[in-house]
């Protein structure tokens, strides 16, 4: 018998179109199984969905069309790969008239028919995740004898059920412990069936968590994740098989989709290249991968092909430039160059050579005169042109409009290239720089788009570049763009360092605030001067009314701006 | 002994402002009873936070905070109003080690102590609540003996812990029904701490359900809700009693703060002025008043005094200029035409003549010169000026970018003006009319919005706009605004029709794809044509993106855009 684990990138909400993606793995899966062969094909979490569905789970029509699927799915099995039997992830009616009325549950798809086998038991609504909203409880475990004659007891879990450690994973739902329930139930081979989206140390977690539950059982650990971009999260894949002894026997691709069918039992050590992967790839090549799919995905299922930013000759819209090239190919990438009186001569230069490098189309397109324009119009209201921060982001609006005119005209995606660092203390401008589709980087502190940048122009990223069609040698974000003083360019010789403190200082801090809500009186407990404590805290939260309309941010960090940062704005 | 009903604004997160408030109340409210005499009051849930405190529910150091604040209390209530015991909403740490870790409790604070006498049992997690994201929820109903010897048998509730009734509420949560529990425990008065926002209808259901609770307990009902606004929500008070025979013996004021002292029992029936205020206003007055308060609201707790809004002279901008200027104050609100080469006539006369019957300042600014300029610009990289839909919204952008340059010199909030019609079908321009800090409108259809203009229009609405600070007497709104066909102006004689099917024909359907989750195939066999189903589900879905960075938006109906819509934007 083989057991294949099936890593998917499902259209959220596609129903029709992820069922027909179920069959087509099947029929992959069973490609190197023996005639009649008895295959257990495990999909991620939600599988028939994509996750998070959201609201799309309050639609009564969704929910119906799920079970004619499952027969359409079942006569389908039946004639194309009868010996398949096929767990996928669905949202069940529970039944009842109380609200939440739908389980997070697996059904067995078979030729013979279909049937709900096992209903999560811990349903996160932390973070960025609301399953309470959607879903309740099942109160059970589940063992599966597959197949039904004499096979293996395999217990059934979904996403969070594994995740029972508080040491290892930080925290633990309140509910049962379905490790435990599995370990008195006595099982062969755990199963668990995921949509857990990437963040910078996952990886590792994840493996600790299942190495943790196979010593537990005493039995092997397949773990079948999602892969794909959704909005603002990146589901990075990596499945992966452990062995009752830690040992890792399969790991799948981080960020691609792949079908892996494995002989049961696994015989003697994993194959030459998977062994190749055992090792996590480094922390800022898993970072990259993710932004890159994150983009990718977000264009390919809003349906761009196109992508558009604004290059200003600083490392943010480089990184974005380097990031939307990998995702979308360089032929695909516009740039638009939108210098002012205050740019300074290297913002042209330097974004000019980086998009030849790079193999992106630049045009540059001076905004004096639009400066002028406004100053111009605005005086007869104003009696003067705007100054100080309104005149600063006038020039950032101006941009903004142009890239959207153009984008819109053009029917490109516009990237929004702020990182985190501007977005938590409010250094950017809403409906200037802020404008686009999707806020790349803006989960990525300062000093962070500073290491991911050095880590591009270094040996180690070789390799990853030439994967993904970059330029395989020499510096790509360049040496001038990597080391010059971060400045916004919207007055005379203005430095971020005017305003704000060095990243360095001030990125610790917003980690704390952000990450861990810590209060100003802990940091300074910690060290931190109690002026640069309060400060940075009054700026973060001043700044919560432009967050709340920035686009989606792709989540790379333990808590990322966006679904899961509900901050109120009239506050204190 | 008393019983008062406290119905308080209090402003989220800032526990140390929110507790000088309930100290303050009780403080008012004692005036009226005899020395000594014991005085129950009675809060809004969660009235030391303001509700939603959202993610301030995450900060350690705030939960930390209550204790202090909890034992300051009991000692200024010692020395101030011995008598008075005080019923407060807090966050109860659980103390267990897995999250959440939080009851929404209630602590009675007296002059000898406090403590918790009731965690709240059903916890709301659907539309705008995320309660399981932050609390447990409680397992068994309590009942206080007030005053402690031979006093009343009070049975305590918390807001959703009422909303037992489906048939009424049409839906209820999983749990147990509290109302049954109290029952069974045997009760003389039944307390329910409410923060429940404003809705259409929502005033009437709230009595509904009270009064089904008061006849299945045989006991009266002390109804006490949270008044004013809080980011998108409004909550709007109208706290009340009812007898156990359905009668209504007392009713606060509806958005307005109100402390409200009873003799109990309470003799014969209501005050005079409380009879008068017994009938609910007419539903469109409360949205009237509701929208008010949700921008006062806003403003003043985001330290705003002046608000500016661009007047189109369409009906839209018209109301919105209404709303803020009963809610700071006409001096207090700025409003500027922005016409361009393709704006009627009556676009400056009407939106003119508005302004002064308001007495609201009011300047012209023509975008012609801005548009010249911008294509000029564009035309550099472009070959040509943007056509079409890029150019459309290239005026939009314009509009916007001048007001928030004004709005951002002279330190105003600006206000955006759209309604939901626009917002679900995309017939609005992201970075340019959706510019604001609130959507003031976007929860009301555009056939709503034309009712709610008819009625201020008309004679019933005089006595609340003079109360409001409005001109009393003949049209506000007018009729040369009110019957103008709908227009965007942003083309030579366009008319929203060219675009949209009528909104008489159009808002149903989205108001059934919206707030009942129907698919076009239960339209369609709803006798809703075919092709139209589809070509409204279509624009909806391909909004998303949009609505994503739409400000917030003030929520008057069963579903509004913002955090009760949460939908995925890559999906199908």
Redesign the interface.
Same mark, same amino acid.
């Not at 309050?58 to 969704?62: D, G």
């Not at 009842?96 to 939440?100: I, Q």
């Given at each position: 018998m083989r057991i294949a684990l099936a890593q998917l990138n499902p259209? /959220?909400?596609?129903l029709v179109?992820n069922a027909a993606r179920l069959l087509q793995a099947s029929a992959e899966a069973v490609i190197e199984a023996a005639s009649g062969e008895p295959l257990l094909m495990v999909t991620p979490e939600l599988s028939l969905w994509?996750y998070?569905?959201?609201? @799309?789970l309050?639609?009564?029509?969704?929910i119906a069309l799920q079970n004619r699927l499952l027969d359409q799915l079942t006569s389908d099995l039946q004639r194309q790969a009868p010996q398949v039997s096929l767990l996928v992830g669905i949202a069940e009616p529970t039944g009842?008239?109380? /609200?939440?009325n739908l389980y997070n549950a697996l059904v067995l798809v078979e030729a013979g028919g279909w049937r709900v086998v096992y209903r999560k038991q811990l349903l996160p609504?932390?973070d960025v995740f609301?399953e309470?909203?959607y879903f309740?409880a099942g109160l059970a475990p589940a063992v599966l004898q597959w197949p039904p004659a004499g096979g293996l007891r395999l217990g059934l879990t979904i996403c969070e059920d594994l995740w029972v450690d508080?040491d290892l994973a930080g925290?633990?739902?309140?509910?049962p412990d379905p490790i435990a329930e599995l370990k008195d139930a006595g099982i062969d081979l755990l199963l668990n069936l995921s949509a857990s989206p990437f963040g910078l140390g996952k990886l590792v977690l994840r493996r600790q968590l299942a190495t943790r539950a196979a010593a537990r059982l005493g039995a092997p650990v397949v773990y079948v994740n999602q892969v794909g971009?959704?909005?603002e999260l990146v589901f990075d894949g990596a499945s992966f098989l452990i062995q009752p002894d830690g040992a890792l026997a399969t790991q799948l691709t981080c960020c691609r989709e792949e079908v892996v069918s494995l002989a049961w039992p696994p015989h003697g050590n994993a194959t030459a290249q998977a062994v190749a992967r055992l090792e996590p790839p480094d922390e800022l090549e898993q970072l990259f991968r993710a932004l890159v799919l994150g983009v990718a995905?977000?264009a390919r299922?809003?349906g761009f092909n196109q992508a558009l930013l604004g290059l200003s000759g600083g490392i943010d819209s480089a990184l974005v430039a380097v990031l939307a090239a990998a995702a979308l190919g360089a032929d695909q990438v516009t740039t638009?160059l939108l210098p002012s009186p205050w740019s300074s001569e290297g913002s042209i230069s330097d974004a000019t050579a980086l998009a030849q490098r790079l193999g992106l189309a630049t045009?540059i397109?001076p905004?004096a005169? @639009?400066m002028q324009?406004?100053d111009?119009?605005?005086a007869? /209201?104003?009696g003067g042109a705007?100054?100080? @921060?309104?005149a600063e982001?006038?020039q950032s609006?101006?941009r903004?409009? @142009?890239l959207?005119?153009?984008a819109?005209?053009?029917g490109q995606l516009l990237l929004a290239t702020g990182n985190k660092s501007e977005l938590a203390v409010g250094y950017c401008t809403?409906?200037g720089d802020m404008?686009g589709?999707l806020a790349v980087i803006g989960d990525l502190y300062k000093t962070t788009v500073f290491a991911l940048c050095a880590w591009l122009d270094g040996q180690a990223a070789c390799a990853c570049r030439s994967e993904l069609g970059l330029p395989p040698d020499g510096e790509l974000i360049g040496a001038a763009i990597r080391h010059k003083p971060p400045s916004a360019e919207l007055r005379p010789d203005q430095k971020d360092s005017d305003s704000l403190p060095d990243y360095a200082v001030l990125d610790p801090v917003l980690k704390a605030l952000i990450e861990a809500?810590?209060?100003p009186?802990?940091l300074v407990a910690d060290g931190v001067d109690p002026a640069l404590a309060e400060r940075v805290m009054g700026l973060l939260r001043s700044a919560e009314?432009k967050r709340?309309?920035?686009?989606?941010v792709l989540k790379v960090s333990r808590r990322a701006f966006g679904?899961g940062?509900?901050?109120?704005?009239?506050?204190?």
């Open positions: 259209l /959220v909400g596609d179109g994509g998070p569905a959201r609201d @799309l309050l639609r009564p029509s969704l009842s008239r109380t /609200v939440p609504s932390y609301d309470r909203r309740v508080a925290q633990r739902l309140a509910g971009g959704n909005d995905d977000y299922k809003c638009l045009q397109l905004i005169p @639009l324009a406004f111009h119009s605005l007869a /209201v104003l705007p100054s100080g @921060l309104a982001n006038l609006r101006i903004g409009t @142009l959207m005119a153009l819109n005209q053009q809403l409906y404008n589709g809500h810590q209060s009186e802990q009314f709340r309309q920035a686009p989606p679904s940062w509900r901050m109120p704005i009239a506050a204190r």
